[in-house]
């Protein structure tokens, strides 16, 4: 049985809520992150202006017109692609975390490390 790509985001969504509840604001960082890089990854690239007439004025210029002429289907992330996006909040996070340790901010890289740990918990054994 496979997983719906739509669950991964729903339990991000669902851990977001427990943690604002809870008040925990490293998960809530954490998760909005996570949340947030998954939207990020479902933009299309802006489309090349459409063919027709530009709206034009003193404040308003080379803008489309017409009803929908500014709307974009957004991309359909596929499971392995969601579960790419998580890890690579992991991967920064980690990353992160050792240049924090170099720095000799042990606290911060702890921090970034507790983080990736909760994320870690999203991804499939």
């Given at each position: ?70 709307e ?39 921090r ?10 999203y991804?499939?054994?």
């Amino acid at each position: 049985m496979t997983t719906p790509p739509d669950h991964i985001r729903a339990r991000l969504r669902s851990g977001l809520t427990a943690a604002m509840k809870a008040r925990d604001k490293e998960a809530v960082a954490a998760l909005r992150t996570a949340l947030a890089a998954i939207d990020d990854a479902e933009a299309v690239p802006v489309p090349a202006p459409a063919a027709g007439p530009a709206a034009t004025g003193e404040y308003v210029a080379g803008t489309g017109v017409g009803l929908g002429s500014t709307e974009a289907a957004r991309r359909e992330l596929t499971l392995d692609d969601l579960h790419a996006v998580v890890r690579g909040q992991i991967d920064e996070r980690v990353a992160e975390a050792a240049t924090y340790d170099g720095l000799g901010r042990a606290d911060a890289a702890d921090r970034l490390r507790r983080e990736a740990a909760l994320l870690e918990t999203y991804l499939p054994g």
